[in-house]
């Protein structure tokens, strides 16, 4: 695996990749991987010819300075694991290589309405315009390719998606399913940060969205499947919920009352012992009989 700083370096590799006519698959991250990143690679892997992933951690993106600081470095772990998964570039900037005026605030920054609105958006202000800018300016280095988000940012992946459609991005964006623990709890770099108390209560954000999609199967409308998913959150009093709700699966707006056979994603997000969670699941409202 060639490991490139430079933005010019990975740039060039990347071009003449499609000069010769090679498919160009991205995986963008912030490192910290595990096995959920490592499926996205595979994803890449299996659909195209060089695969490329990025690993920079995006100060434009945390809310406070402690929490950019705690975030876990793990650059030599994180490119042992994508050399196992048949990566070939990993592109691993520093932060002035990526914001020359760093840490002035960049002149620019992108915004998308709708999708970034609600949720970990109002939880997290300024969190989406940090990660679509990043993104965006990932995606102008990267030029054409296909690049794999996982489906566990549900927000964020639509976020993206609105933000390719709207900027005409040549970027094929793929969503790929959530990676979960035995128990149900999905693969996050934040769950190193759970106390093993924490960790044995943390699958409640699962099991709350199984009960909210069993409500939607069982005629459940919006507020019954989020009344659903906040029931089974108070059965542990240690998980401080902050949001459970029934979406659009496109437009993440809230849904009311669903036709037969629809289809509604349930977002979900807590804090156990201080560690923010987040998950999602995809249910469909009692198909017709
Ligand atoms: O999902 C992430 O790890 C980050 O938000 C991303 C997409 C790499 C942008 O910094």
């Known amino acids: 695996m060639e490991v490139i700083t430079t933005a010019a370096g990975w740039r060039s590799v990347l071009d003449e990749a499609r000069r010769a006519g090679r498919r160009v698959g991205f ?103 940090g990660m679509a800018t990043v993104v965006t300016l990932l995606f102008n280095l990267a030029g054409p390719c296909a690049a794999y988000f996982g489906e566990k940012d549900f927000q964020q992946l639509c976020v993206v998606r609105q933000m390719v459609l709207d900027l005409g991005q040549p970027v094929e964006v793929v969503g790929c399913p959530t990676m979960r623990e035995p128990d149900g709890l999905a693969m996050s770099s934040r769950n190193v940060r759970l106390t093993p108390a924490g960790r044995s209560v943390a699958p409640v954000l699962h099991a709350a969205l199984l009960a909210g999609a069993a409500s939607a199967e069982a005629g459940a409308d919006g507020p019954g499947m989020c009344a659903a998913m906040e029931a089974t959150i108070r059965t542990e009093p240690s998980a401080s919920l902050s949001y459970a709700a029934a979406v659009d699966p496109e437009t993440l707006a809230p849904v009311a009352q669903l036709a037969p056979g629809e289809q509604v994603r349930l977002l ?22």
């Open 27 to 129: 995986v963008p991250t912030m490192g910290a991987l595990h096995a959920g990143h490592a499926s996205l690679v595979d994803a890449a892997r299996a659909d195209c010819d060089l695969v490329t992933t990025s690993v920079f951690v995006n100060p434009l993106q945390f809310g406070d300075v402690a929490d950019l600081d705690a975030y876990p470095r793990t650059l030599e772990a994180d490119a042992a694991l994508l050399e196992a998964h048949g990566c070939d570039v990993l592109f691993a900037p520093d932060v002035l290589e990526m914001y020359p005026r760093h840490p002035a605030p960049s002149c620019t920054s992108v915004h998308v309405t709708g999708a970034s609105e609600g949720f970990e958006g109002a939880d997290r202000p300024g969190h989406f315009d």
């Open 268 to 289: 979900i997000a807590a804090s156990i012992d201080g560690v923010r969670l987040i998950d999602n699941l995809a249910a469909t409202v009692r198909p017709v009989r």
